[in-house]
């Protein structure tokens, strides 16, 4: 991937600010939501919910990974086998039919 810009985030849960992100974002439309996904998971979530966020719901033992996969989407993937687990802003809804 390869950058372009730097964008100054702040980040929200239920209106009270949980962190900033400061981070050179990729040129494409995957490849940003790859990182703001993987740099809210790690840097801004991690630090609130041990243990990480989202959980990998087949091992059980470690956080997901926000990586670009099948049909050009950022998915959540198992580091272990690379399992796609859902598109990220999908987790918890239903597999398209
Ligand atoms: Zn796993």
């Known amino acids: 991937m390869t950058t372009n810009s730097v964008e100054k985030l702040r980040v929200y849960i239920d209106d009270r600010i949980i962190g900033k ?7 494409d439309e995957t490849g940003v939501v790859v990182d703001l996904a993987d740099r809210l998971s790690e840097h801004t ?8 966020w989202p959980i990998c719901p087949v091992h059980h033992t470690h956080p997901l990974v926000a ?8 998915w959540w993937q198992c580091p ?18």
């Not at 979530?45 to 990480?52: K, N, P, Q, S, Y």
């Not at 272990?80 to 039919?97: F, H, I, M, S």
Request: aromatic share 2%.
């Open 45 to 52: 979530l991690d630090e609130l919910i041990w243990g990480g």
């Open 80 to 97: 272990k086998d690379r399992t796609e687990v859902a598109a990220v802003g999908q987790l918890g809804l239903p597999p398209p039919a």
């Open 21 to 27: 992100l400061d981070m050179p974002l990729a040129s």
């Open 67 to 74: 990586m670009p996969g099948t049909g050009s989407r950022a």
